[in-house]
């Protein structure tokens, strides 16, 4: 007898224009939610995040009157995909399957500075209580831009630490730009001022993984109308849903830049 395959879920969600913060666009397969959330917004409140606001989780509470269990977190200044589940129960094994090795999170990213190869850092992270932990990101550019010195990157975590790419993109000396914490402030000074670009360009892309169900799930997330152009005016760069079709990052860089003696070095 013939081995039955897993069933395989592709989507891939179009944001609405970001004023529409109230219908956080979603898709929906059994307990599994995918939800897109906009740059400026919380995925939840936490006491390092300020007063109390009114998050994504709770939006999309109001919106479908059922309980909402984000899987993982962005940062606030980040736009994107964000997965949840609409059951307690269930949030244990998905993120064991989002967590696992071989599963893909890719994020869109615009980098100071003409990034010419695919790199991975690995550079560890401190927790929360100071103690470094394993970090790895694969840095890969898309295109570089004839008006500004940026690059247009994709970006795979393959851990999932706090600000990694951004602090990733800084020790490898092409900073996010309009990063507030760990990028380059005279820099974005001058993107901002000659270009009107007031957000910062990171954007989590798409998530291809294996289901505690053993589905295998592929979900892509556009940028929102306000990241298409500034991307567009950067870069001439629109095609993405065609873009939305290639192949994930490989894990396997032709360079690796790594911690050594306390500073970073080229390996490879």
């Given amino acids: ?15 609405a224009d970001t ?10 397969r059994g307990t599994l939610m995918a939800l897109y959330k906009p740059h400026g917004l919380l995925v939840h409140n936490s006491a390092f ?3 109390k606001e009114e998050p994504l989780i709770d939006r999309v509470e109001a919106q479908t009157q059922q309980r909402c269990y984000p899987l993982h977190r962005i940062d606030r200044g980040t736009s994107g995909l964000v997965l949840a589940v609409n059951a307690r129960d269930e949030s244990g094994r998905w993120m064991q399957a989002l967590h696992r ?10 980098l100071r500075g003409h990034l010419e190869h695919t790199v991975r850092v690995e550079r560890p992270i401190p927790d929360e209580h100071g103690e470094p932990q394993e970090a790895q990101t694969i840095f890969a550019p898309m295109r570089q831009s004839k008006i500004a010195r940026l690059t247009l ?12 790419i951004r602090r990733h993109a800084r020790s490898l ?13 005279r820099f974005n000074r001058q993107v901002r001022e000659a270009h009107s670009i007031d957000r910062m360009l990171l954007h989590a892309w798409r998530v291809q993984m294996t289901g505690p169900d053993g589905a295998e799930y592929d ?3 556009l940028p929102d ?15 993405w849903v065609t873009f939305g079709g290639m192949s994930t990052l490989s894990t396997d860089a032709p360079f690796v830049y790594r911690v050594k003696g306390g500073s970073l070095e080229a390996v490879g």
């Fill in 1 to 15: 007898m013939f081995a039955m395959m897993p069933p395989a879920y592709f989507t891939m969600l179009h944001p």
């Fill in 19 to 28: 004023t529409e913060l109230s219908a956080p666009m979603r898709w929906t």
């Fill in 225 to 239: 109308q306000g990241f298409q152009a500034c991307i567009a005016r950067l870069f001439d760069f629109e095609s």
């Fill in 219 to 221: 979900v892509v997330c």
């Fill in 173 to 185: 000396g092409h900073p996010v730009l309009n990063d507030s914490n760990w990028g380059d402030t």
């Fill in 101 to 110: 090795a071989e599963t893909v999170r890719e994020y869109i990213v615009v």
């Fill in 153 to 164: 990157a994709r970006a795979r975590i393959l851990t999932g630490r706090t600000h990694q």
């Fill in 49 to 51: 995040a300020g007063p």
